[in-house]
């Protein structure tokens, strides 16, 4: 299984509200991260989980919040976003750090 | 700072034509380069990589080929096909406190029928 999954496809939020995204992967991976992507630019590194150590791109504002409950889960949790943070979310995964990376097929958000 | 070029930004061809991309990248201890097709609404999907021990690597009508001295890499399609639309992203392996990839900010390729 060379799939990573992610839910929910599309989802749309006031900026009051908490929510989260989800990925799983199942082809035993050691490093799983988040990005985020604008419409007709490249996807922008959020965060990184490797060998279950949290790396953080340092720009990423405290309203997002990454959680790895095991090696094969991967959550965004969401709070008072704003709309600017409207984009593509997308996870991928890899067998170890910055080696060859597997998207997953992206959430759609909308802060209203 | 780390830091990947890609030229051209646009770039249209006629179907069977060739494709040419380029990119550069800075941190001279990068040694995997992959390239990534994005169709609209879609995933980025890897294509084909390149790993510093070699200069060149052919899958079909895509080949990728790297420059270490220089700092290049450069991918090909040849006899494009409609479906090859899409937007391509280059991407170098770069290694600080983490490993990482950094994407090149892409080409929208246009194969015209």
């Known amino acids: 299984d060379t799939e990573v999954t992610q839910t929910p496809k599309h989802l749309v939020m006031g900026m009051t509200n908490k929510k989260s995204l989800k990925c799983e992967q199942h082809?035993?991976?050691?490093?799983m991260y988040w990005y985020k992507q604008k419409a007709k630019k490249p996807p922008e590194l959020m965060f990184v989980?490797?060998?279950?150590?949290?790396?953080i791109n340092e720009s990423v504002p405290s309203r997002f919040s990454p959680e790895c409950p095991n090696s094969s889960l991967l959550n965004l949790h969401l709070h008072a976003l704003q709309p600017e943070d409207s984009a593509l979310y997308l996870c991928?995964?890899?067998?170890?750090?910055?080696?060859?990376?597997?998207f997953g097929p992206g959430t759609r958000l909308t802060v209203l | 700072g780390e830091n990947v070029e890609q030229h051209p930004s646009t770039l249209s061809v006629q179907e069977g034509d060739s494709a040419v991309i380029k990119c550069t990248y800075s941190?001279?201890?990068?040694?995997?380069f992959p390239w990534y097709k994005q169709e609209l609404g879609k995933r980025p999907q890897l294509i084909i990589d390149?790993?510093?021990?070699?200069g060149e690597k052919k899958d079909q009508r895509i080949a990728v080929t790297l420059n270490k001295t220089a700092k290049h890499f450069s991918l090909h399609i040849t006899e494009t096909q409609p479906e090859d639309s899409a937007v391509y992203f280059c991407?170098?392996?770069?290694?600080?406190?983490?490993?990482?990839?950094?994407f090149g900010p892409g080409t929208s390729l246009s194969v015209i029928p």
């Open positions: 390149i790993r510093s021990n070699v």
């Open positions: 082809m035993g991976h050691r490093a």
């Open positions: 991407a170098a392996r770069v290694r600080t406190s983490y490993d990482k990839v950094i």
């Open positions: 941190d001279s201890a990068s040694n995997y």
């Open positions: 989980y490797s060998y279950e150590k949290l790396s």
């Open positions: 991928a995964s890899s067998q170890v750090g910055g080696d060859t990376q597997y």
